[in-house]
């Protein structure tokens, strides 16, 4: 028995012009800045992503991919004059990077008015590790890694006493900070940060989500709901502390 009907491919309709402006303005901020707009309507919560290596002062090959520090301070000084912005996510999955941009990163996000949250996905590496602690709270994917190390230094290095000097007022700078914004005491962050044998031909440790959180580096494991969550409750507190314990 034969079968006369045809199998008919649906036609997609042609896009309109409005739309296409729209899909190709979003596909180049993606290209250019590694940020796009929520696609549903405004969001009160601005979210950051800190990808790959931190560049810094130094214009690190092509075939690396990187987070400018260049970029994001300008984005956090946005976020925080905006009023319709009430609350900072920042998604870090990071290898680390220079650690002067690292840090002034961290600082930027830690005297921000708005609340804000950091959320560890991946990696948290290195110089990753004061930006991951520096947010109101922070939280990290069970399976995300945070690598703690001394300071390294790449390219010429004088061996003089006063490179030494210098590094040892950076570590400084790091572990100040660090322990200023978490849980850890300095002798525990200390302890991970110059442990052997748990890095091949390096000194230093990688803890994985749950130690990240037993050593007080991060507050809870958790994913994206968990961050929006949180911030969302951060948010209402701070309505509730603006408007004098009334809520509106």
């Given at each position: 028995m034969s079968n006369n009907k045809q199998e008919q491919t649906p036609q997609n309709p042609p896009a309109a012009p409005g739309e296409e402006v729209?899909?190709?303005?979003?596909?180049?901020?993606?290209?250019q800045l590694?940020?796009?707009?929520?696609?549903?309507?405004?969001?009160?919560?601005?979210?950051?992503?800190?990808?790959?290596?931190?560049?810094?002062?130094?214009?690190l090959p092509p075939q690396n991919k990187t987070t400018k520090y260049e970029h994001l301070i300008p984005q956090l000084v946005a976020a925080e004059q905006n009023a319709k912005i009430e609350g900072v996510l920042i998604i870090l999955n990071t290898v680390g990077g220079d650690v002067e941009a690292g840090l002034a990163i961290a600082e930027m996000i830690a005297t921000l008015s708005k609340p804000t949250v950091t959320l560890v996905l991946g990696g948290g590496h290195s110089i990753?590790?004061?930006?991951?602690?520096?947010?109101?709270?922070?939280?990290?994917?069970?399976?995300?890694?945070?690598?703690?190390?001394?300071?390294?230094?790449?390219?010429?290095?004088i061996g003089v006493p006063q490179t030494f000097e210098y590094l040892d007022k950076m570590q400084e700078r790091v572990i100040r900070f660090v322990t200023r914004h978490s849980r850890v005491d300095e002798g525990k962050f200390k302890e991970l940060?110059?442990?052997?044998?748990?890095?091949?031909?390096?000194?230093g440790t990688t803890v994985i989500g749950a130690d990240a959180v037993k050593y007080g580096l991060i507050d809870q494991i958790g994913g994206v709901g968990d961050a929006i969550r949180k911030l969302s409750g951060l948010i209402e507190e701070r309505r509730k502390v603006s408007t004098g314990g009334m809520v509106q």
């Open positions: 729209r899909k190709g303005t979003t596909v180049e901020t993606i290209q590694g940020q796009t707009v929520a696609p549903s309507g405004e969001s009160n919560i601005f979210c950051m992503t800190i990808i790959g290596q931190v560049e810094g002062h130094m214009v990753g590790v004061p930006i991951a602690v520096s947010a109101n709270h922070s939280i990290i994917a069970e399976t995300a890694t945070m690598t703690i190390h001394p300071i390294r230094l790449n390219g010429l290095v940060m110059f442990k052997t044998g748990e890095l091949t031909r390096d000194i």
